[in-house]
Structure formats: C-alpha cells, structure tokens
C-alpha cells in the first residue's frame, strides 16, 4: 500500500498538509539544532500576499519606467513626434 506524502520541502521552507489543509514552516538552525517554525497557513499568506500586490499596484514593471529594448523612452504621442520632426531633412 503506497502512502500519501504529506510533507513538501522547498529549500528552507516545509509544506504540511494535515487534514485537508496545508501548513507553512521555516527550517532555522540554532545552535546546532535544526528548528522547525511555524509561518502560518498557505491559505492566510497566500491571501495576504494577494492584498500586498493588489495594494502595491501589481508585480512586475513599474509604470514610471522605459519600455523594454533599445528605444528611447517617449513621453505619450508628444514625444515620438517630436523625435520624428528632428530626424526628418528638409528638402
């Protein structure tokens, strides 16, 4: 008969699962002694998670930053045009 794993490890951190609902740990050592503390629930930190990066505006790019690549960075349609009206050689 095959058991069920109950226990995920990444890195510092333990996954457990008991009753239907998983648990957060965090693998400190201390003085020698490998020490398991408790995080909380995945549930709540997954949930306070969601609220930190719904108040911050989102993870990843800042809006306030260039766009990606090589092109300089433009301030709306203003900037392109005036950008454009430079490079453009009178006849």
């Given at each position: 008969?095959?058991?069920?794993?109950r226990?995920?490890?990444?890195g510092?951190?333990i996954?457990?699962?008991?009753k239907g609902?998983y648990?957060?740990?965090?693998?400190?050592?201390?003085?020698?002694?490998?020490?398991?503390?408790?995080?909380?629930?995945?549930?709540d930190?997954?949930?306070?998670?969601l609220?930190?990066?719904?108040?911050s505006?989102?993870?990843g790019v800042?809006p306030?930053?260039?766009?990606?690549?090589?092109?300089?960075?433009?301030?709306g349609?203003?900037g392109?045009?005036?950008i454009?009206?430079?490079?453009?050689v009178?006849?």
């Amino acid at each position: 008969m095959t058991d069920k794993q109950r226990r995920y490890k990444f890195g510092d951190y333990i996954l457990r699962e008991r009753k239907g609902r998983y648990y957060v740990y965090k693998l400190e050592t201390i003085n020698g002694e490998v020490k398991e503390t408790y995080v909380g629930s995945l549930i709540d930190i997954v949930e306070s998670y969601l609220k930190l990066k719904n108040s911050s505006g989102g993870v990843g790019v800042s809006p306030t930053t260039d766009p990606p690549g090589f092109e300089p960075g433009t301030t709306g349609s203003e900037g392109r045009r005036s950008i454009l009206a430079e490079l453009r050689v009178p006849l």
